[in-house]
């Protein structure tokens, strides 16, 4: 059947979600009532429709601005640079950040040809001057690519002059040593503090 | 933002899909081509648009009939019974059966409020004297409510003399016995056969 099908094989372009997942997301989305399913299809529309990319960080936000952007109680001098969108929301739900952000649009991949000119370095360079920034703290992921994009990014910036700092890696709280990998725990030792 | 909120919102209703997953996803959605977002949207509205069940067999199908029960080199005298229409799904993909199907909706569930009226045990008996039915098997799930609606069909089915069979239990091809549960091991025991 061409309709169950063709949902099915759009679902499974999802991440995360392979051919039997999305075959068996289709029979729920036909077994709910219709209404349910279309309230999901419009809110996608919605979403596609409304969401753009904040001009001046990078964030989604369904104005020119973000709402980070013109929240004028958040300290503008303080520049949080992440990979993507997603990881702002994580931050801000930990709500332990009271400045501003910059989303690179994703982290320097040379397997999949993602190099400098496909994230929005330019734009962060640009902000330091224009927003009088004093500290970037690079909160790219602690993966190898993550790593080597804050770092291309410290290098960026030095000669502006303004401090930059990284994200602190160690063990996450609540973990458990013996179940925690030995690359985390050679940085959680040599990351330790005085008590 | 309204809108991501909307989307994750809708997405968490999917089985299997939690609010984290549903915020990856709606994340995914805005950051591929917006193209790409429009026809999943798109494909799900034809879904619920086109889609309806089958009026003899209550498969999934965009006509009156079903596929399967418009397929003439069918043997229309074995019928395979099954919970839901992905069920049919996979036994096709089997491809080691060529009689008709008839789906229930569903299986007998006292705690979700699921008796006999709300599946198509009624439909069923209709179709043994009408479609000439010599043998129906039972193929709703070897779960405990599947094994207790086979049993429940299996005495309605009594009086219509009809041979009524159930598929059989046993380790699942290319399992490993050492991983097995105990019901499975002891229905494949009961179960043995000569060879």
Known sequence: M?????LTTELARLPGIGRK?????????????ADQSRRLAQA???????????????????????????????????L???????????????????????????RLSPLDGVGPDDLT????????PE???TEVILATNPSLEGEATALFIQRQLSPLGVRVTRIARGLPVGGDLEYADGVTIAQALQARRDM
Chains 1, 2 share one sequence.
């Open 2 to 6: 061409s309709a169950i099908d063709d």
């Open 121 to 128: 370095v330019g734009a962060l360079l640009g902000r330091i």
């Open 80 to 106: 949080c640079v992440v990979e993507d969108a997603a990881d702002i929301a994580a931050i801000e739900r930990a709500g332990a950040f009271r400045g501003r952000y910059h989303v690179l649009g994703g």
């Open 131 to 133: 927003d009088e920034v």
């Open 44 to 78: 996608l529309v919605t979403l596609v429709d409304t969401v753009r990319t904040c001009t001046r960080c990078f964030n989604l936000t369904e104005a020119p601005l973000c709402n980070l952007c013109t929240d004028v109680r958040r300290d503008g001098t303080l």
């Open 21 to 33: 997942t999305a075959q068996r997301l289709t029979y729920h989305l036909l077994k709910q009532p």
